[in-house]
C-alpha cells in the first residue's frame, strides 16, 4: 500500500509553474508586472530566442533588501498583502508564486538595490536551488535574468512555438502593457535588435498622453481611426479609445482591454462589447479598441487566475450592460465617417509606379507638357460645374456633389477636397436601417396599405410561427394574417419598403423568427430583422440612378448615423483625397 506523503517544495513549484507560466512571454509579463508593482518609472526588456534562452527585465523601482530578496523567491511570499486584508489592492495580484516557479524551471538571477541600503544583492537560483546571497555594487531598482527556461522540464519546452511566434508574443504583451501603463517608459529588445520604445508624456490632459503612447505601439492608423470617448456610470468609469467599425479586424487581437490597470480577458467584456458593434460588424469581423474599465476594488476580484488574466465580477452583468451602452452611445456619435484603412489600401492599388513599364516611352515623350498654372485652370473648368458656388455649398455638404454613376453600382461624387465612391445598395441599406429602427422603437413607422393584399402560400412551420408573433410584426410595420391553411395576407407594409419583392420579405422574416424563436434575446433577433427588412428595401446594385436622386442619397447619408457603413461592417464609401490624387500623378 502506498503512503500519503507531502511533495517537495522544488516539485510544487514546478506544478505552480505549469500553472502561473505557460510560455516564455508568460514570465515576461510577471517580471513586469512586479516592476510596475515596484512603481518603476522605467523599464527595459530584453529577450533572446523568443524568451527561450534569455530573459532579462531591469527597472529602476523601489527595489529589495537582502532580507526581501531572500523572501521573494519562496512560495507563497509576498509584500503585496498586508494585516489580512486586501489593502494593497492597486497591484498587479499577490500569489506569491511567479519568482519561485520561474527559479523552479530556469536558470534566475536577482539583483536588486534599494534606497536605503549602500549595497545591492544578488541571488542565484537554478531549477530549484538557492545560492547564496552576495552583495554587489548596483543602481537602485531590480533586475531579473532568465536563462533557459523550462531545460527542467522538457516537455514544456516541447510545446513551445516557433522563435517567431513567441517573438510576437511577447511584442504583443508588451505593447498592451505599454498602453495601460503609459506614465512608464519602455523600451524592448528583441535578439540585440530594438523593437519598441516609449516615452511617458506629461501633459495635462491624460488622454493626450495615451494617444501618444497608442501611436507609438500600434502606429498611426491605429489612432486616426479611433474615437475617443468616457463614459460614468455611477462608481463605474469607462474611456479609450474606439475603433470606427470600417477600421475593424478578422481576430480579438486588438482589443485592448484593461480594468483598474490590468490586462484582462473576460468573455462576458468580449461579449458585451461584440453586441455594441453587432448592428455593424459581420459575424467574422471583430472591433479594434482600446477600452479603460474602472471599477471599485471591492467589486472585482483579481486574483483568482493562476496568470491573472482572467478576473471575477460581483456583477458581471451590470458591468456588462454599462460596457455596451457607453460604446453604444459613442459610435453614435461617428456618423458617417469611413475608415482610411480603405483609402490607403485603393491609393496603393493605384500607384502608378509598378505599370510604367508598360507604356511606351514614346508616348511619354509626345506628351504636350503643360504648365502648372494652366493645368490648374482647366482643372477648375473640368473639376467644378460654373454655375455650382463651390465653396459654400461643398462645406455644408461633406459628401459632396454626385457626378456619375459607375457600372450602375457606384456613385462618383465630388468634394470639396477629394472625392468618393459610393456603393449605391451598402449605403442605402444602411439608412433604411437606421430609418426602420428609429422609427420602430419611437412608434412612427409608417405603413400603406396595399391596394391589391398580397396573398402566397407559406410553408405550416412559418404559419405557427406568424400566429404567435402577428402583433410584433405589425408594430414593424407589416401587416399580416392566416389565410386558410397555408397561406398568408399580407395587407400593409411600411413605405420605406413599398418597392420591395414583399412575398420574399415577409418569407425571410418569418424564416428569421422562426429559426430563432428560442432565443432569448430579442434586441439582437430584432436587429436582424431590420437587417432583413432594410436590405429588401434599398436599392439594388444594377440599378441606373438619376442624378437628383444621387445627390438624395448623398444627403440622407449625411444626416443618417453610421451611414460610413453597411450592417455587415464594410464600408459604404470611400474617399481619396485631391492631395492623394495629386500625388499619385507626381504633382506633389
Ligand atoms: P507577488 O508579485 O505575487 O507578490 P512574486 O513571486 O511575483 O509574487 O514576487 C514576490 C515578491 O518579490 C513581491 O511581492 C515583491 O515584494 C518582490 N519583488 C519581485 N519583483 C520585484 C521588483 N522588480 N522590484 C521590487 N520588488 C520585487
Ligand atoms: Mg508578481
Known amino acids: 500500500m502506498h503512503r500519503i506523503r507531502l511533495l517537495s517544495k522544488n516539485l510544487i513549484n514546478r506544478i505552480a509553474a505549469g500553472e502561473v507560466l505557460e510560455r516564455p512571454s508568460s514570465a515576461v509579463k510577471e517580471l513586469v508586472e512586479n516592476s510596475l508593482d515596484a512603481d518603476s518609472n522605467k523599464i527595459d526588456i530584453f529577450v ?18 537582502q532580507e526581501d530578496l531572500k523572501m521573494s523567491i519562496m512560495r507563497h511570499a509576498t509584500s503585496k498583502f498586508h494585516n489580512g486584508i486586501f489593502s494593497n489592492i492597486n497591484t498587479h495580484g499577490f500569489r506569491g508564486e511567479a519568482l519561485p516557479a520561474i527559479g523552479s524551471v530556469a536558470k534566475m538571477s536577482i539583483f536588486s538595490k534599494t534606497d536605503m541600503c549602500e549595497n545591492g544583492s544578488e541571488i542565484n537560483v537554478n531549477s530549484g536551488n538557492v545560492s547564496e546571497i552576495k552583495p554587489i555594487a548596483k543602481e537602485k531598482g531590480t533586475t531579473v535574468i532568465i536563462k533557459d527556461i523550462f531545460f527542467s522540464t522538457p516537455a514544456r519546452l516541447k510545446f513551445l512555438k516557433s522563435e517567431k511566434y513567441e517573438n510576437i508574443l511577447i511584442k504583443k504583451l508588451i505593447q498592451k502593457i505599454a498602453i495601460c501603463n503609459f506614465n512608464v517608459d519602455f523600451k524592448l529588445h528583441i535578439n540585440e535588435k530594438l523593437i519598441l ?26 489612432s486616426e481611426n479611433m474615437k475617443e470617448f468616457s463614459y460614468t456610470s455611477e462608481a463605474y468609469k469607462a474611456y479609450g479609445y474606439l475603433g470606427i467599425p470600417t477600421f475593424n479586424h478578422s481576430n480579438r487581437s486588438n482589443q485592448y482591454i484593461f480594468i ?69 452611445a459613442t459610435l453614435k456619435e461617428i456618423g ?53 458656388k463651390v465653396t459654400d455649398v461643398v462645406v455644408q455638404y461633406p459628401l459632396g456633389f ?3 454613376q459607375l457600372y450602375k453600382t457606384y456613385i462618383i461624387s465630388q468634394t470639396r477636397n477629394g472625392f468618393i465612391i459610393v456603393d449605391q445598395h451598402a449605403a442605402h ?40 408573433y402577428i402583433v410584433n410584426l405589425k408594430r414593424l410595420g407589416i401587416v399580416i ?79 443618417t448615423p453610421f451611414s460610413g457603413q453597411c450592417n455587415h461592417g464594410r464600408p459604404t464609401f470611400i474617399k481619396l483625397g485631391l492631395n492623394d490624387v495629386e500625388k ?4 506633389k
Open 336 to 388: 458617417y465617417e469611413s475608415s482610411s484603412h480603405n483609402t490607403r489600401r485603393l491609393i496603393k492599388k493605384f500607384n502608378p509606379i509598378h505599370d510604367l513599364n508598360f507604356i511606351n516611352s514614346n508616348q511619354l515623350e509626345e506628351k504636350n507638357p503643360i504648365d502648372d498654372k494652366e493645368y490648374f485652370a482647366r482643372k477648375k473648368n473640368t473639376f467644378f460645374n460654373k454655375d455650382e
Open 197 to 222: 520604445v516609449t516615452t511617458a508624456k506629461k501633459h495635462q490632459d491624460k488622454m493626450k498622453n495615451l494617444k501618444t503612447r497608442i501611436v507609438e505601439c500600434l502606429g498611426l492608423e491605429f
Open 584 to 587: 499619385l500623378f507626381g504633382r
Open 429 to 468: 441599406e444602411r439608412i433604411v436601417y437606421e430609418n426602420i429602427k428609429k422609427n420602430f422603437y419611437e412608434n412612427k413607422i409608417k405603413t400603406q396599405i396595399l391596394l391589391i393584399p398580397e396573398i402566397f402560400k407559406v410553408d405550416c412551420l412559418l404559419i405557427d410561427v406568424l400566429n404567435k
Open 260 to 328: 483598474n490597470g490590468r490586462i484582462v480577458s473576460d468573455k462576458n467584456l468580449n461579449n458585451a462589447i461584440r453586441y455594441a458593434y453587432s448592428d455593424f460588424l459581420a459575424y467574422d469581423r471583430h472591433a479594434q479598441l482600446i477600452l479603460f474599465i474602472s471599477v471599485p476594488n471591492q467589486d472585482v476580484d483579481i486574483n483568482v487566475h493562476p496568470a491573472k488574466s482572467e478576473v471575477k465580477f460581483r456583477d458581471s452583468t451590470f458591468l456588462r450592460k454599462f460596457i455596451s451602452k457607453s460604446i453604444k
Open 402 to 404: 454626385a457626378k456619375c
Open 48 to 65: 533572446r530566442d523568443g524568451g527561450k534562452t534569455e530573459i532579462k527585465v531591469l527597472d529602476n523601482g523601489s527595489g529589495m533588501t
Open 481 to 559: 394574417e392566416k389565410f386558410g391553411h397555408d397561406s398568408v395576407i399580407v395587407r400593409e407594409i411600411p413605405v420605406i419598403l413599398c418597392e420591395c419583392n414583399i412575398r420574399e420579405l415577409v418569407s425571410d422574416v418569418l424564416e428569421e423568427i422562426y429559426e430563432n424563436s428560442n432565443s432569448e434575446i430579442l434586441e439582437e433577433r430584432i436587429n436582424k430583422i431590420f437587417s432583413i427588412m432594410s436590405c429588401h428595401g434599398s436599392i439594388r446594385a444594377g440599378r441606373e440612378m438619376h442624378t437628383e436622386e444621387m445627390n438624395n442619397l448623398l444627403r440622407e447619408m449625411e444626416s
